[in-house]
């Protein structure tokens, strides 16, 4: 869990001092920040959803994800936590800080370096993808809370919860978890960091509601496999 702990001290500490010092920052400073992380994230997203060997599961775990999701009401109850999270915290956190919370929770949690940081992590006992992590993000964290504010740090909870949890579900059940499976939660992600980069740069009126769409990221896990034998069977 070394690399989990460190990466969630990454995002903490980052996303502090950035907002410590986002104060001082001009608006249209803040303004073009902002485009430009939103760009960036749209580049990761791009990098890892090409790396599918199989565009079908993306549409099928995508899809069906979401509907998972939108039953769950996972967009809802992420934001009632940031919400709940503005009120202790007396209002003082700004309009933004809810917003701030789920868009770094997805983007620091579903990228590819989270989830085969996190296998490797809790098959092999390979920290260093996670460690290497880590300095990424807090990099993007200080960016990012100079920009958006207070929720930005807050998101390292949800960073220790989703790979602390996968972490510990890799070393579970590691013998399911093949690098074909690997590579498409990855994928899925992807397509996930491209629907956050539309919400930052708002493409769209509507807000994407990201966070139901989580769901998907792990049903690779139940897609591969079947998909295998049927190709075997059939």
Known sequence: MLGVLANTLAVLIGGGIGMLCGSRIKSRYTESLMTALGLATMGMGVASAVGTADVLCIILCCSLGTVIGELLHI???????GRIAERRLGGRAGGSFTSAFVSCSIMFCVGSMAVMGSVEAGINGDNS??????VLDLIASLTYGAAMGAGVALSFVCVLVVEGGLTLLAGAVGTFLSE?????????GGVLLIGLAINLLGLREKQIKIANMLPGVFLPVLYVPVYDWLSSVL
């Open 180 to 188: 074909a499976v690997i590579g498409e939660m990855s994928a899925v």
């Open 75 to 81: 967009d809802g109850g992420v934001n009632a936590l």
């Open 129 to 134: 993808i996670l460690l290497a992590k880590a």
